[in-house]
Each structure stands twice: as C-alpha cells, then as structure tokens.
C-alpha cells in the first residue's frame, strides 16, 4: 500500500464532497433534521391521560375515589357521564384512552367493610400504552384502598397502623424516566449509520457508472487504497455529523452525559469505521447507483432502527430475533452510546462492544476490498 | 519534456512493446476475440482498425490487464498480462473509449489526482505538470472545472494524465472519437511528438483516414485480425484489382448499367461518386464508357485512383466474407 497513492485518493474524494454542495448540505442537515423529528415524535412518555368517570354512585365515597385519579398528573379527567354508550363513543373516537365506572353500590360494600369493585375501562388499541395506562390505574386504587383500610383499622383499634411494607422506587439514570433520555443517545448512533451509508454509497457505483473506475483499474492503484481512501474522506464527513448530532443531543434535549469523552469518541470512530466500509462494500456490489443507494439506505436503517434497541427492547423479542441482533453493529453503539450517555460506564464494561465494533469494522473492510478485487478481475 | 523514467518496473528485454500470440476472449457463447496474434515494436504507432464490435476495445482492455485472457498469450513492455499485471499496469499510460476523468474537479485537480496514483516522484512533479498542461494547451485554464472545457480539451487532457508518469507503451481505445477534425488533427501531431520521444502507441479507431497517420495497422473484422502491415503495404496488396474514380450524374442507374460490363469485380459508392474496383483497368475503362454511352449516362469523371484505406479495408471484409460463406 502507497501512502502517496492512498493521499491522491483521499484528497480527490474530498474534492468531490466538498464540489457537492447539496449533498454536503443534506449530510450536515440530516443528522439535525432526523434527530428532532424523531427526539420530539417518538415520545414514549404516558402522561395526561385522557379520561372519563361514570359515577353511578354519587356518594362522598366515590367522590373521595374521584380525587384521587382529578389529583394526579397521569390523569387527565376531561368529564363525568352517565352511561357506558357514552364511554364507548369517545374511546371509538380517540378523545380518551381510560374511563372509571364506579357502581351503583361502591359506597354501600364500603359501609359495610366488604369489597368495593371499581371497573377501569382502556383503549387496548395501543397495547403498549394500555399496558402503562393500566399500571397507573393499579396503583393509584390499591394505593386509596391500602389507605382506606388503614382508616378503618385505626379507626377501629384507636392506634396508628402504617401498611407493613413501603416499597420506594427509586429509577436510575433516568431519574424523572423522560423518554428523550432514553431515545436520543440511541437515535445519535442510529443517525450516523444511516448518514454513512449514504455517503458511501454512490461512491462506487458512481465510479463505475462513470466510467471513472476503468481508468482508475488500469493504474497502479489497489483495491485496498481505493477502499481506505474513499472511507477516509467520508469518515470526515462522518465525524462532522456526529459533532452535530452530538451537539443537537446536548443542547436541544439536554440530554445528561455522563460518561468518558474519550471513550466516546473512540467508539463512534469504531463504528463509523464500519459503517462507511459497508456502504463501500455495498457501493462495490451494485451494478447501478440507484440499486447501491437502495441497498445502502435498506441494509443500514433498517437494522439500525428495529434491531439496534434503540426504541424496541431486544429483550422482549423472540428469540431467533435476539440472535439476529447480535450480528447487528448499531446495537453495540447504542448500547455503548445509553451507557455512555446515561450510566456513565467506562471501559471496563463496554470493552466487549468495543471489541465488537473493531471486528465489525475489520471483517467489512476486507470484504469490501475482495468485492474491489472481483469487479476488477 | 523531462525524460526521467517514473516509478516503473525495470522491463525485461524484449525488442517488442506489445507480443500477442493467440489470445481468445469470450463472453458466453460470443467470441469476441479471436485467436488474434501480433507484435508491436517499441517506438511504433500501431492503428487498430475495424468497425465497432470487432474486438479492438476487448483486446487493448486484456492487454491493459482489465480483462482477463479465455487463452492465449500476450505481453507487454516485456511483462506478462496474466503473471505481472502491476507490472504492466505501472509501464502503460490507458486512454478509454468513453471519457474517464473527473469532471467536478479542475483541470489541475485531475492533474494532482493522477499524479498522486501513478506515484510521480515530488522532485518530477511541477514539470511533470506544466508539460501537460502545455501539451493540452490548457495553462490558461487550469483552474476551469473539466466539465466545462470541449471534446478536443478534454480529450487532450485524458491523454495527458495518461502520460503523467511517462509510460513507455501507450493505449488510447478510439480516443478521436466525437472530437472535431481539427482537433483531431492536433491530437494525432501530439501522438507523433510522443512516438519520436521514443513511446509506443497502440491506438485503435474507426477513422479510416487516421489509418494513414499509423506506422502499422492490423485491421481487425469480428474478433479477427485480417489484415496487418504498414498502410502503404496493406493498399500494394490490392494490386492485383485496379480502383477506378467515376463521377457520373446518375449514380444508380450508373451502377446498374455497370452491373453487365465485363471485368467489373465491384461497385461501391464513395462520396459523391463510385469506386469501381477492375482488374484490367484499359480493357474495362473503355467497356464503361461503352456502356455508359449505350445508357446515354454522362461520365464527369473516369480514372485510375489509388486506394484508400477504406477501400482496402471493404476489399478485405469482401474476402474474408466470402471465404466464410
């Protein structure tokens, strides 16, 4: 391998980026575009929920049981009715996701020291917030109940009962559990390894198109400096985009940081590495541009979006899914860039992921030189 | 020009810059050349002819080391194309058919870009620079973006990053073609300068009257070399037919009427008139007249012309057709 060779192509690359203002401008854009698109949408928070009561009893008792969920900042009461067609047609109509029906003879049971039944009504339609929706409801019922029953104890024995167990959640890391937390760290390294394979991309087929490539084919130059020359040239590209990204992430969400600077940069230079060789790889198998650009925008963002955990926990996927997820390069990053981000972990617990990304980064290099290789032949 | 030899492998002696013996390239069923076997001398401008699809593009790609040989062998500067292409690939300069280079860079980017891959020696590199900036006569606009220059520019600009590096044997696949005539005229006094500077050039086309400008031709017919000599051999060779000019005003009925004149081997249009190829001109000019007469056709112009390239090149498709009917 000739450095002098390896800088002709480097600096001919940039050439052509920087000749590219659009698409210079995309590539900048990009990263800050898709991160408060998604920052803001995929909001996983369930708060104010909207919510209706059907008050059958109208005594103090149910009352008391209302201000409980008026009280609370996971509930949005938007009204009273009367009868359960009504409930029907404002779930059918997305204006609330939960309503309480609390019978005719809540107070009545209550009186006499037997066991009220309260019916909670979701919208099951989103099944992940119906699921949250319901946790809410539990809690705030079994909490009034425990609290009720220790009335009529005290009442009852004249002494202060307190319940035998306190259970205090304390969540860590993301202490006020905000989604953007949890999503913009992940989305950081979905973002970048879309924006490279994008980049990457065109770069061969292009040449080939062009027929650039034969000229290029009847020199000394190897397949291995054409490769490492382009991906260097793009890789300043890359860390650009990931200056921004990081910026916006910061900034914008104010997302903590917690974690080694350096450590950072290290991975996302890892994982660049093997995000631009793989959309060289991807540029050197194509036969046309628009088909490397398919392939290069398929095989990096969709594994990058579902099978990173970024968003979708891999825990709760099937099996043969979960395997799957470990040949996929964006769940070591965002592993890396949540622990970083959030936890504050070091090396000493990411250096397998490390590892990974170096191996990642190496094997695709080498395939994407002996595609150079074949093509030539 | 500086003649300081630039990073190339030391080439084996070997009186000839190109050695082919019996090369054969197939694409499936097609073959696309055909046991093709020649030799170029060092120094000489050897022309490629033939119409396109005849093989000359497959051929100079095997011998730059793009394409690689169904069988055969060929060499060039001395190095086998099948065991040291690096070798090869760092002694020749290649010139595609379709124009090659980076049209977002400038011409001096292209340049530098060039350079840098044919790994010319930094103390080379600002003469290297100027002399082809020269030679393209693009000085003045070194700073312009490729795109933006013409056909005759950038095609004297390909060949100049070719040559960045000073190869010994050159490649230039129909690099005249869609360039103006004069043009094409200054891009053939440069591949001249180059041959006297002591390069070999091995240049294909489909100009037959760039054939004239060659110290050699091999003309090549569907994978097949049918003919090869010098242009001055290759027109001897038809002696044994003779090639009459004749201008009538009616040109087809003139070459119905010639269609019964004894002698008459072949009639084609050239130009404006008719190339009547005979083999006993005497007896057969006067037999035209006579005819011609009898068809009250009046004859502007019938004499005895030489050959040109062309007419030797459809004499020999002719022969070569009828041996394969």
């Given amino acids: ?377 | 020009m500086p003649r300081e030899k630039v990073e190339q492998a030391v080439s084996p002696a070997s009186s000839f810059a190109v050695e082919i013996h019996d090369l054969v390239k197939t694409f499936g069923v097609f073959v696309a050349v055909d046991h093709v076997s020649l030799q170029v001398a060092k120094g000489e401008i050897f022309g490629f002819l033939g119409p396109n699809g005849a093989g000359k593009s497959t051929t100079i790609r095997m011998l730059c080391g793009l394409l690689t040989p169904a069988s055969g062998a060929a060499s060039v500067n001395g190095f086998d194309v099948a065991t040291q292409p690096e070798e090869i690939r760092r002694s020749i300069g290649y010139m595609s058919q379709k124009f090659s280079l980076y049209d977002d860079l400038t011409v001096e980017e292209n340049i530098d870009f060039f350079t840098g891959i044919y790994g010319v020696p930094q103390r080379l590199r600002a003469g290297r620079k100027t002399y082809v900036l020269e030679m393209a006569g693009l000085t003045e606009r070194r700073r312009a973006a490729t795109r933006e220059l013409s056909g005759g520019w950038k095609q004297r600009l390909a060949l100049g990053c070719a040559i960045l590096h000073d190869p010994p044997v050159l490649f230039l696949d129909e690099p005249t073609s869609g360039v103006d005539p004069i043009a094409r005229g200054q891009f053939w006094s440069l591949i001249h300068d180059l041959s006297r500077t002591g390069h070999t050039i091995f240049v294909s086309t489909h100009y037959m009257d760039e054939a004239e400008y060659c110290h050699r031709l091999a003309l090549m017919y569907r994978g097949k070399v049918i003919a090869l000599g010098t242009p001055q051999a290759l027109k001897a060779g038809l002696t044994s037919h003779t090639l009459l000019q004749l201008d009538s005003d009616q040109p087809l009925e003139t070459m119905r009427a010639l269609e019964a004149v004894a002698g008459v081997l072949d009639v084609a249009v050239f130009g404006s008139g008719l190339h009547v190829t005979v083999d006993d001109p005497g007896a057969a000019m006067a037999r035209i007249r006579q005819a011609l007469g009898a068809h009250s056709i009046a004859i502007r112009r019938l004499e005895r012309i030489d050959p040109s390239m062309e007419d030797v090149f459809v004499a020999m498709i002719e022969t070569e057709e009828r041996r394969a009917a």
Avoid at chain 1, 46 to 57: N, S
Avoid at chain 1, 69 to 98: K, L
Avoid at chain 1, 123 to 141: C, K, L, M, P
């Fill in chain 1, 1 to 377: 391998m000739s450095p002098r060779r390896l800088r002709a192509i480097f600096i001919k690359e940039l050439h052509h980026i920087t000749r590219d203002g659009r698409s210079l401008a995309m590539a900048l854009l990009m990263p800050v575009m898709m991160l408060l698109l998604y920052g803001y949408a995929l909001s996983l928070d369930v708060d104010h929920v909207p919510t209706l009561i059907y008050d059958q009893d109208q005594t103090s008792a149910s009352r008391d049981l209302i201000r409980q969920f008026t009280g609370s900042r996971f509930f949005d009461v938007q009204g009273y009715v009367d009868n359960y067609r009504a409930i029907e047609r404002a779930i059918d109509r997305n204006r609330i996701i939960m309503a309480v029906v609390i019978p005719r003879d809540y107070s009545r049971h209550l009186d006499l020291g037997e066991r009220a039944n309260v019916q909670i009504l979701i919208d099951g339609s989103d099944s992940n917030t119906a699921s949250i929706v319901q946790g809410y409801a539990e809690t705030v019922v079994r909490g009034y109940s425990i609290q009720l029953r220790s009335d009529i104890l005290n009442r009852r024995g004249g002494e202060r009962l307190t319940p035998p167990i306190d259970a205090r959640l304390r969540v860590w890391y993301n202490s006020s559990l905000e989604s953007k937390n949890y999503v913009v760290p992940g989305l950081i390294a979905v973002i970048l390894q879309i924006i490279a394979a994008l980049l990457t991309s065109l770069t061969i087929a292009r040449e080939w198109e062009m027929g650039t490539m034969e000229q290029l084919l009847s020199t000394p130059l190897r397949p291995v400096e054409i490769v490492l020359g382009k991906m260097m040239a793009y890789f300043v590209v890359g860390l650009a985009d990931a200056a921004v990204a990081l910026a916006v992430g910061l900034l914008v969400f104010q997302v903590p940081f917690r974690g080694s600077p350096t450590l950072m940069v290290v991975s996302v230079c890892l994982f660049l590495f093997g995000s631009l060789f793989w959309g060289i790889f991807v540029s050197a198998s194509a036969r046309t541009q628009l088909q490397a650009y398919q392939m290069g925008v398929l095989s990096s963002f969709l594994p990058a979006f579902l099978l990173s955990g970024f968003v979708y926990s891999i825990d709760t996927m099937p099996r043969v899914i979960q395997v799957i997820t470990r040949i996929v390069p964006a769940r070591y990053i965002v592993t890396i860039m949540k622990g970083v981000f959030l936890k504050g972990v070091g090396w000493r617990v990411l250096w397998l992921e490390l590892i990974f990304l170096i191996l990642y980064a190496a094997i695709v290099f080498l395939l994407a030189t002996r595609k150079m290789k074949q093509k030539l032949a």
